[in-house]
């Protein structure tokens, strides 16, 4: 299933994607907390409920948004940045408007992942390309992360990361610093196999066969 959001007259598809979509280990480990709290009722969870270990060595690469879902278009407002972060856009912005903060001319290309991800309330995966004040291409990974209060989703958690291929890249004004906008390279809201499952373990119901040293099974067991 895909879906479409519009803001200006750019176009975002967003494909279904599973949890394995995200390149980075640690978004996926701030993935994986976020599912293990959405496993228990198939919704997100409240935002005081999110502790993810290590928490404190990825907050340079986090930003919590507050959302103001009373207006027809959902507005979100900066609560804390991370200094990588601010360096890449050229300025802090706590207290201030997302929207207003990244400018018209990124609102096209940035709002409507934040809009998919407070309208779905899951997770939304976006990979884009931007240039360096040198002109070095830069992988720009984004793994928004919905909260919700009173059955709404009233919080927002951006992990922002940054991959060039070429090694070292500039990241200040990285989204400000040439007239090239960010070109997509995937949009996605990830719907599918919303579970976590710990390493090395067999889940409930797998199937295990048991076999002899000379390789002919001996026994099936259901584990429930």
């Known amino acids: 299933m895909r879906g479409f959001r519009t803001a200006g007259n750019i176009v975002l598809d967003f494909a279904s994607a599973a949890p394995s979509a995200v390149k980075s280990i640690r978004q996926r480990d701030l993935l994986n907390t976020w599912l293990r709290l959405f496993a228990r009722e198939q919704i997100a969870p409240a935002i005081w409920e999110y ?47 997302l929207d207003e903060y990244i400018g018209p001319r990124l609102v096209p290309v940035v709002m409507p992942i934040y809009y998919e991800c407070v309208a779905r309330g899951l997770p939304v995966y976006s990979v884009a390309d931007v240039d360096d004040i040198y002109g070095r291409v830069v992988a720009y990974e984004r793994l928004l992360l919905p909260f919700l209060t009173d059955g709404k989703v009233c919080h927002v958690i951006a992990s922002l990361k940054t991959f060039c291929e070429d090694g070292g890249f500039e990241i200040k004004n990285l989204m400000r610093g040439n007239d090239a906008l960010p070109r997509p390279k995937l949009s996605a809201v990830i719907d599918r196999d919303l579970f976590h499952r710990a390493p090395g373990r067999i889940a409930a119901a797998d199937v295990v066969e048991l076999a002899d040293p000379s390789g002919i099974a001996t026994e099936t067991i259901e584990l429930n």
């Open 51 to 97: 502790q993810p270990a290590r928490l404190e060595e990825e907050l340079s690469d986090l930003i919590y948004y507050t959302v103001d879902n009373s207006a027809p278009t959902p507005r979100l407002t900066i609560q804390s940045e991370g200094t990588r972060i601010s360096r890449a856009y050229g300025h802090t912005g706590k207290g201030v408007l």
